[in-house]
């Protein structure tokens, strides 16, 4: 498996590691938006190919994949492009920056017949994966998720404190992941409302975020996103349910008092980002759907661009 990868920034490397974990995968070609920067990576990757054109890297016959690191805006053009290019293709999280664009990529890989894969990696974090099964065995049944995901991002940096080219966004980016990943853990979100802090005077986007949202299940979940926390940083997910209560942080999980769960038997790796390539390489090998395909994330987005539209 020849893969591509474009945006090698802080995010792209932890793909670029995880990658390199998997038997029979070769990173073939690095796109970054610097030729240094794209030069560096691909030395330190082992990439025979770098360069600031990811039409470059698709027009390659030894590029059979292709994953996508790159701003939010450029998303959905991007995987589109890839497929065209006859190329499977994993986005990094977000699809998209508006459900239109979602829709065109799900339309494009219906076309095409390749996989389309989205980086939905609280799919595949060992500490939901471990929930999820509980829930699938009919031993947890989810009541309700509080969720808190904090920053301290007042100004426009990436993960490594570096400036961005971009500007990152608490809706369509950080609140993605939980309600993707509620739908995946209680059904079908029915109701969902938003409430938003004011807007950065420089940077054009609200700094804080709150929203609820409710399953068809019944089970509730609400959402707060601040880029002010002054604090721990990160996503902290807690699950009351009707026989247990788990806090996920990332890959780790404890019981609601604290106690550690053992998570050595929930997958092959600890490593949500590398189990999340592991089931990109492997559906394709294997010719089937991944999870977290476009299609099966899609339904996320629609609730994403209904909170939009209560915010605007």
């Not at 490397?13 to 990658?19: A, F, Q, S, T």
């Not at 969720?147 to 426009?156: A, E, G, K, M």
């Not at 950080?174 to 993707?180: E, K």
């Not at 807007?199 to 959402?223: F, R, V, Y």
Request: glycine share 8%; aromatic share 6%; hydrophobic share 40%.
């Amino acid at each position: 498996m020849r893969i591509a990868l474009a945006g090698a920034g802080a995010f792209g490397e932890k793909h670029l590691d995880g990658l390199r974990l998997i038997d029979g995968v070769e990173i073939v070609s690095i796109v970054s938006r610097t030729a240094d920067q794209a030069a560096a990576v691909a030395a330190k990757y082992g990439a025979r190919h770098h360069s600031t054109e990811l039409a470059d890297a698709l027009a390659r016959d030894d590029v059979d994949a292709v994953i996508l690191c790159t701003p939010t805006q450029l998303h959905a053009e991007q995987a589109i492009a890839c497929m065209d290019a006859g190329k499977h293709v994993q986005v990094e999280i977000p699809l998209a920056d508006s459900l239109a664009g979602a829709e065109a990529v799900l339309a494009k890989q219906v076309e095409t017949g390749l996989t389309c894969m989205v980086g939905h990696t609280r799919r595949f974090n060992p500490s939901h994966q471990y929930v999820h099964d509980r829930i699938v065995r009919g031993e947890f049944a989810i009541q309700q998720m509080d969720v808190q995901t904090y920053f301290f991002r007042r100004s426009n940096i990436n993960a490594k404190g570096q400036p961005r080219s971009w500007t990152d966004h608490l809706l369509w980016h950080h609140a993605a992941h939980t309600v993707d990943l509620f739908a995946y853990q209680a059904g079908p979100i029915v109701r969902a409302n938003a409430l938003q802090g004011p807007l950065h005077p420089d940077l054009g986007i609200a700094m804080d975020m709150s929203i609820q949202l409710q399953a068809e299940s019944g089970a509730i979940c609400t959402l707060s996103l601040s880029f002010n926390n002054d604090g721990p940083l990160g996503t902290f997910f807690r699950y009351i349910g009707d026989t247990a209560t788990y806090i996920a942080r990332y890959d780790d999980l404890v019981t609601g008092k604290e106690e550690p769960v053992d998570l050595s038997g929930v997958a092959v790796s600890s490593n949500g980002i590398e189990l999340q390539d592991r089931e990109f390489v492997a559906a394709i090998r294997e010719g089937r759907e991944p999870n977290s395909s476009v299609a099966q994330v899609l339904p996320c987005y629609r609730v994403l661009a209904d909170l939009e539209a209560q915010l605007s």
